[in-house]
């Protein structure tokens, strides 16, 4: 089962990592005001989330199991 705080933290490392690779990934755009690619920008989010959620229940998974 997925608690709150797993979600809230997947929510504070999405945000985190997020805005780092967006940065790195598009940071021309935001220099040269260029248009952001927004679908690359909601994967850049999604993607940590789904990791950092993920790997959490793995782990409450395997300290369980012991």
């Known amino acids: 089962m997925i608690t709150k705080k797993q979600i809230k ?3 504070f490392i ?10 790195i990934n ?4 935001f220099i040269d005001g260029s248009a952001l690619n927004w679908y690359k920008v909601v994967l850049t989010y999604i ?3 789904c990791v950092s959620l993920y790997s959490s229940i793995v782990a409450k998974m395997d300290t369980k199991q012991d």
């Open 26 to 29: 598009q940071g021309e755009a």
């Open 14 to 23: 999405s945000i985190l990592v997020g805005t780092i690779l967006t940065l």
């Open 47 to 49: 993607v940590p989330f």
């Open 9 to 11: 933290t997947a929510i």
